[in-house]
């Protein structure tokens, strides 16, 4: 615990102080809170907006990566797997967009998207995250929150870029991207490729054989604007990885076992603005494709085992969106959303148990959605209301609704508050999995509100703030180990304290602090839910002047439930201390170098139970800039 401290007060000690102008800095907008561009102290949602240079100066590599330090997050590694959990609510309650792209698997349990450590962060400009319910705007699957992964959009004069990297783990990575703008067209692509020896991801000695991975993604986002009114663009993804994975309760490692995932996504859309300037209309397509096999072929140390499962899901949507600009005040959104998702799966096995199969026919469901919001602003006064009508193929219509408002006084003061409701819709595979499935089951519903005060003093150099939250939740969807079925057995609620201090020491020195404490409750047992810590801090200090920037980043996770899956009993997680640092340093205009370390001191924890993590890990590379 000293050693944290202590490199805390060294971080400041090392930094010459000099004072800070602060009148020059540049606004922040966010998109993803009211679906129209705004700034943030206009939004009274709870947001945190992660931008490109944050992505730097972290040397952030994933989109896994770049969440574990956001307040009310709790970002959980499992292997290949990752899960977020927004305010303690379910990492299936968490809809993840890509450019607006939902990109949450259709044929996964659960419907969620658990594959966050793919996204590369190359080609993204900001990661926008929005707290608390958002089904109003984007219908299932956002009772917790949303994540929207922006990526760039190319401007000015083209720009080339080509960087590698290596480090611990045998790991290697090269990428390069280009970007730019003329007249009338502007493109940004980017593409690179990752390979690691990784480690072992069983935790224990039974399982000492490294879990490799690899990953290739390409990017692009292409867009035509003839004039200021009218504009067309297509976006596109490709990430294909390959996994190695480790027998959950093996006495020996099994070398052959692999899960490749593969994903693609296509966006096209049309914009036009008319009527001076009063009618923004947007018209919308897209694609999102996913595919998994699972492999296991036998070996001379599982001469009896074998497996292979095949996953794949597809969702298609048409959405039309309407902005109203009424005046300076009022801002009416209207919208029109068809969603169709369709998924089908493949699996058999051998062992010394027998033989196994389960099929999933290829099955479709439907969903139309119509959602109304007025956005009104006076002077220091802000306030959103929202409603949304979905009707779906199987479980009949929705409504839900949300409330926000904000207001901020001459002393700066600013107190916000949002209340809303939302709705989950039973995946695919827990209506009709074979054996799993129910087609009896009904939509999860929840309510959620916030309210919360921030502060700005010290000259605008430092601003403060906390939030508290309560959600509750019905008809949640889980296995019933006793009857083998997905059946609305659960109620649950999640409570807590968001907070945060962030200051600008000096023209080249920021610091931030930040807190959260979850308190959650399955209302059927009594018990905690799992992999919900009670306490989570981080502190992020940032050096940089004109040449070189330097990042120390703390970070505190408190204990926490888990199940172990083997005995189906619940155990508890030790709490824990990371610590990474990362510097880079511009030699020329042109060539950046750079390097970073991982768990400074090693600390030895678990995110999930029976799942190792890394050890003390360094990395550096290179970056051309041209």
């Known amino acids: 615990m000293y050693k944290l401290w202590w490199l805390v007060v060294l971080f400041f000690i090392v930094s010459p102080a000099r004072a800070e102008d602060n009148s020059m800095k540049i606004k922040e907008v966010v998109i993803s809170a009211t679906k129209v561009e705004l700034p943030v102290e206009d939004v009274a949602s709870s947001v945190t907006i992660i931008t490109e240079k944050d992505l730097k100066k972290k ?13 009310g997050l709790d970002v959980v590694q499992s292997g290949s797997l ?8 379910n990492s299936g309650h968490t809809l993840v967009l890509i450019d607006g792209v939902e990109v949450n698997d259709p044929v996964s349990p659960s419907r969620g998207y658990d594959y966050l450590s793919t996204i590369t962060s190359d080609n993204i400009e900001r990661i926008e995250i929005i707290r608390g319910p958002q089904s109003t705007l984007y219908g299932s699957d956002a009772m917790g929150g949303v994540i929207n992964i922006i990526t760039k959009k190319g401007k000015g004069k083209p720009k080339m870029f080509i960087s590698g990297e290596g480090g611990a783990h045998k790991t290697y990575k090269a990428s390069a991207g280009i970007s730019g703008s003329s007249e009338s067209v502007n493109f940004s692509l980017a593409a690179s490729k990752t390979e690691s020896e990784g480690i072992s991801i069983r935790n224990g000695t039974a399982d000492p054989e490294k879990d490799g991975f690899h990953n290739s993604t390409f990017s692009s986002r292409i867009g035509f604007e003839p004039s200021e009114h009218f504009g067309l663009e297509v976006i596109l993804r490709y990430v294909r990885s390959i996994s190695d994975l480790d027998n959950s309760f093996g006495v020996l490692d099994d070398p052959n076992y692999i899960l490749k995932y593969r994903q693609r996504f296509l966006k096209a859309q049309a914009s036009l603005i008319t009527l001076g300037d009063v009618w923004e209309q947007t018209l919308g397509f897209s694609v999102s494709d996913h595919k998994r096999l699972v492999s296991n072929e036998r070996d001379a140390d599982h001469p009896s085992d074998m497996e292979k499962g095949i996953y794949e899901g597809l969702v298609t949507k048409i959405d039309w969106q309407n902005n109203i600009y009424l005046n300076d005040s009022n801002i009416i959104t209207a919208g029109f959303e068809y969603e169709k998702e369709s998924g089908k ?19 479709t469901s439907t969903n139309r959605g119509v959602y109304l919001q007025e956005q009104f602003k006076y002077e220091k006064f802000n306030a959103t209301a929202g409603f949304r ?7 009949g219509t929705k409504n839900t609704y949300r409330l926000t408002s904000s207001y901020t006084f001459p002393s700066g003061t600013r107190i ?15 209506l009709y999995a074979p054996i799993y499935g129910d087609d009896t089951l009904k939509p999860e519903k929840s309510k959620g509100l916030d309210v919360g005060i921030e502060q700005e003093f010290c000259d605008n150099k430092a601003r403060a703030g906390v939030t508290y939250f309560y959600n509750s939740f019905k008809n949640l969807i889980e296995y019933d180990y006793v009857t083998s079925k997905y059946q609305n057995i659960s109620g649950a609620r999640t409570r807590g304290l968001e907070s945060f201090i962030s200051y600008d020491v000096m023209d080249e020195l920021t610091v931030k602090i930040s807190h959260t404490y979850t308190d959650t409750i399955d209302k059927n047992t009594g018990v905690d839910l799992i992999r919900r810590p009670a306490h989570k801090m981080t502190f992020d200090g940032v050096y940089q002047n004109s040449k070189t920037t330097a990042d120390l980043s703390v970070s505190y996770v408190g204990r926490r439930d888990d199940i172990n899956f083997a005995t189906l009993s619940r155990i508890t997680l030790l709490d824990y201390f990371l610590v990474n640092i990362a510097v880079s ?3 020329t205009e042109n060539v950046i170098l750079f390097g970073r370390i991982k768990n400074l001191f090693a600390e030895s924890y678990e995110e999930a139970f029976g ?10 590379g290179i970056r051309l800039e041209i």
């Open 59 to 71: 040397q952030t590599r994933t989109v896994a990566e770049a969440l574990k330090d956001v307040p």
């Open 82 to 89: 990752t899960n977020v959990y927004i305010r303690g609510t």
């Open 345 to 363: 799966s493949d699996y058999y096995s051998e062992s010394a148990w027998g033989p196994f199969s389960s099929t999933f026919s290829e099955r």
């Open 389 to 395: 009508h979905d009707g779906h193929s199987k479980f």
């Open 416 to 430: 916000k508050g949002s209340f809303g409701t939302g709705f989950k819709a039973p995946s695919l595979f827990q």
């Open 585 to 587: 340093h511009e030699v």
């Open 611 to 620: 799942y190792n993590t890394p050890g003390l890990s360094a990395f550096g």
